[in-house]
């Protein structure tokens, strides 16, 4: 057997089990996007917050740097377990306005935590805002999701000002390093997610030396891309920045291989670039591709890496950027609601304002866990992931590298 396998073993040999001690279930809703274009990734998102349960619910002594890890179940709350109450968005921001109130009036959950698409997040917020319920936003990146002056929405993912800072910072080193980086487009999809990364992109371009060619927005779940890609071959950028959900990325690199077309590099605003289903799919169309990504393996006997190596024997995979952020959120919600020692939501409220994680607390290669006044977490952080055969390998920056980039990039050549 694999040295990781036994020290899976050991992991899972290692939990605790602690004996009920009565106390009531803490109820948290959690809505994903269960079907629809985005499936897989809500599945992994949904997988993610399960597992998130179980380190909650039992006791990891190997866990012991991590929040409620060596700990099995609320211990302000004695020991109270964790359960899910969860529900299928569709990728429909009515739907998920629908169940995110049904969650809070009819179920009485406690706190929420979704929803992968950025539109639906900027609804399902606004309905919790109203109720005065704890909205933990573990993903969706939206620049007004925490622009709004709500009270009760907090979020732990960076958002797209970060990464267009990042985007911007990493054109410009390679720039620098000699490679030939005198334009950029970018092609977005026409959402609340796409515009708001978009927009920030833009104006990050704007301090770099790097003209911005072009920006095509296209509509969500288009059927046909061809135009558009036929628009990117006449500009001939030298870098192509794409902001698509799964379906539409995965049609893309199929157009651009039909129609001949690969630029010196393409850089995916993770979405449809981390989803499960992306690799299988146009892996072997995308080689070099870059990604962004707050999650890496980690070395052995890193939380990161054992946490990895649960997901990995539960289900058969690593963790990605998106499943990772879902379980870093929920840890950070269920630490919070510890730490209140109550169920009242302003007392969770209040816990989540006072959150002060480290990032040898975390599974996230964030710099730590602390909001501002709109909900933003300050500390949050992003490095840049190059696809490289089967897997995604850190290439930037430096000091968070795990491998050389590979320029131009192969695509399907």
């Known amino acids: 057997m694999k040295k990781a396998c036994w020290m899976v073993v050991a992991v899972l040999a290692a939990a605790v089990a602690v004996p009920a001690q009565g106390a009531d279930a803490v109820k948290i809703g959690v809505i994903y996007p269960l079907t629809g274009n985005a499936a897989s990734a809500g599945q992994s998102a949904k997988d993610a917050a399960n597992l998130a349960v179980d380190i909650v619910n039992t006791a990891y002594p190997a866990l012991k740097s991590l929040p409620l890890g060596p700990t099995a179940g609320l211990p302000n709350l004695g020991g109270a377990k964790i359960e899910l109450d969860e529900a299928d968005h569709q990728g429909n921001p009515q739907v998920g306005q629908q169940q995110t109130l049904r969650l809070i009036t009819q179920d009485h959950v406690v706190a929420m935590i979704g929803s992968y698409h950025s539109s639906v997040t900027l609804v399902a917020t606004a309905v919790a805002e109203r109720q005065g319920i704890p909205y933990l936003v573990a993903d969706s990146v939206a620049t007004n999701i925490t622009g709004r002056g709500f009270k009760w929405t907090f979020r732990t993912t960076p958002y797209a000002p970060d990464f267009a800072k990042a985007y911007a910072e990493f054109l410009t080193d390679l720039k620098k390093s000699g ?143 998106t499943s990772a952020r879902w379980l870093q959120g929920f840890l950070v919600l269920a630490d919070a609601i510890n730490r209140a020692g109550s169920t009242e939501p302003d007392k969770i409220q209040a816990a989540l304002r006072a959150t002060d994680l480290k990032p040898d607390q975390l599974i996230l290669g964030y710099n730590g866990v602390k909001f501002d006044d709109t909900g933003q977490n300050t500390l949050a952080s992003t490095f840049l992931i190059q696809l490289q055969g089967k897997q995604y390998i850190s290439v930037w920056p430096e000091d968070r590298a795990t491998g050389k980039l590979q320029w131009p990039m192969r695509g399907w050549r």
């Open 179 to 321: 490679k030939k980086i005198d334009s950029l487009a970018i092609v977005n999809e026409n959402t609340d997610y796409g515009t708001s990364v978009a927009a920030s992109i833009v104006e990050a371009a704007k301090t770099t030396n790097i003209k911005l060619v072009g920006q095509i927005a296209y509509n969500a779940n288009s059927s046909d891309v061809a135009a558009q890609v036929l628009q990117l071959k006449s500009l001939q950028p030298d870098a192509v920045i794409f902001i698509s959900y799964t379906a539409d990325a995965i049609l893309y690199f199929r157009t651009m291989k039909n129609l001949d077309y690969l630029p010196p590099i393409i850089i995916g605003d993770d979405a449809g670039f981390a989803d499960p289903a992306f690799i299988p799919n146009v892996g072997d169309l995308a080689q070099g591709a870059i990604n962004r990504s707050a999650f890496d393996i980690g070395k052995p006997g890193s939380n990161s890496y054992i946490v990895n190596q649960m997901f990995k024997t539960k289900y058969g995979r690593d963790l990605d950027d």
